[in-house]
């Protein structure tokens, strides 16, 4: 997991960082033009608007891409190594980073269903349902 500095978060990501400890991963929707949006923001990138309303994810998705890390990205990250990173489209429309968990049966790959397990630094991705490939 990234293992950001909770002390040092604040606005939109100590909003985000204090969902995860309370076990929800939280995106927004925009009033005004209906746009999913992650991470969480002032405004809309869509439209400008500041009228953007959080929402809890159910937590299910399909990954989009994924890379295994063989350097750590900081140093906090060292003794993971190697450890994979997924960018995994959830099923409310919002494109969200987090750990890939290793699964039981070999490596996961782009398409296949996951489930958001969210942890207080970060989001971890297990295995639901594999792609047909
Ligand atoms: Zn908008």
């Known amino acids: 997991m990234s293992r ?23 995106f927004q929707v ?5 746009s999913a949006v992650w991470y969480l923001r002032t405004v809309c990138p869509f439209c400008m608007s500041a009228a953007l309303r959080e929402h809890t ?14 350097r750590a990205g900081n140093a906090a990250r060292v003794g993971d190594l190697p450890y994979t990173v997924a960018l995994v489209d959830l099923d409310e429309g919002v494109r969200v980073i987090g750990d890939l968990a290793d699964a039981d049966n070999g490596p996961l790959a782009i398409g296949d269903r996951v489930t958001a397990h969210p942890y207080p630094d970060g989001v ?6 594999r792609n047909a490939r």
């Open 30 to 34: 925009c009033d005004d033009c209906g």
């Open 57 to 70: 994810a159910v937590g299910t998705g399909t990954i989009h891409s994924l890379t295994t890390l063989h």
């Open 124 to 129: 971890v991705f297990e295995a639901l349902e």
């Open 4 to 26: 950001v500095p909770v002390d040092h978060a604040r606005g939109e990501e100590l909003t985000y960082l204090q969902a995860l400890a309370e076990g929800r991963v939280v």
